[in-house]
C-alpha cells in the first residue's frame, strides 16, 4: 500500500485548499489516517487525525476551526479542507496510515504511522 497526497498549491492569507490522500492498495478503511507537515527549516510536525470509521477527530491548536478532516470510506480517500489559511501555514503537508486497525481514538506520535504519502506542498502568501 501507499498513499499519494495531492492538493497543494500557491494561495494567498485568508485562502482555502482542499488536500487529498488516496492508497494505492486496499486496507485503508480500517486504519486511522493523519495529516503531518513540514515548515522550512524546522521539523514535521503533526497537523490533525481521523478515525478509521471517521467518527473521532483531533487537531492541533494552531489550526482548530480552521482546518476540517474526513474521509469517505467507500472511495478510499481522505482529506484535509484549509480554510483562513496563514503563511505559517506553509509546509510539505503529508498523510500517514496508522499501523493498527480499529483504534477508538488517533495518535500523534511519527513512529505510530507506517505508510506515508509522497508529500504536497502548500505556499500560502502573504
Known amino acids: 500500500v501507499q498513499l499519494q497526497a495531492c492538493g497543494g498549491g500557491l494561495v494567498q492569507a485568508g485562502g482555502s485548499l482542499r488536500l487529498s490522500c488516496a492508497p494505492s492498495?486496499?486496507?485503508?478503511?480500517?486504519?486511522?489516517v493523519g495529516w503531518f507537515r513540514q515548515a522550512p527549516g524546522k521539523e514535521r510536525e503533526f497537523v490533525s487525525a481521523?478515525?478509521?470509521?471517521?467518527?473521532?477527530?483531533y487537531y492541533i491548536e494552531a489550526v482548530k476551526g480552521r482546518f476540517t478532516i474526513s474521509r469517505d470510506n467507500g472511495k478510499q480517500m481522505i482529506y484535509l479542507l484549509m480554510d483562513g489559511l496563514k503563511p505559517e501555514d506553509t509546509a510539505v503537508y503529508y498523510c500517514?496510515?496508522?499501523?493498527?486497525?480499529?483504534?477508538?481514538?488517533?495518535?500523534?506520535?511519527?513512529?505510530?504511522?507506517?505508510?506515508w504519502g509522497q508529500g504536497t506542498e502548500v505556499t500560502v502568501s502573504s
Open positions: 500517514a496510515r496508522d499501523r493498527s486497525t480499529h483504534l477508538s481514538g488517533v495518535r500523534f506520535g511519527e513512529y505510530f504511522y507506517d505508510i
Open positions: 492498495g486496499r486496507a485503508f478503511s480500517d486504519y486511522a
Open positions: 481521523i478515525t478509521w470509521n471517521g467518527e473521532g477527530s
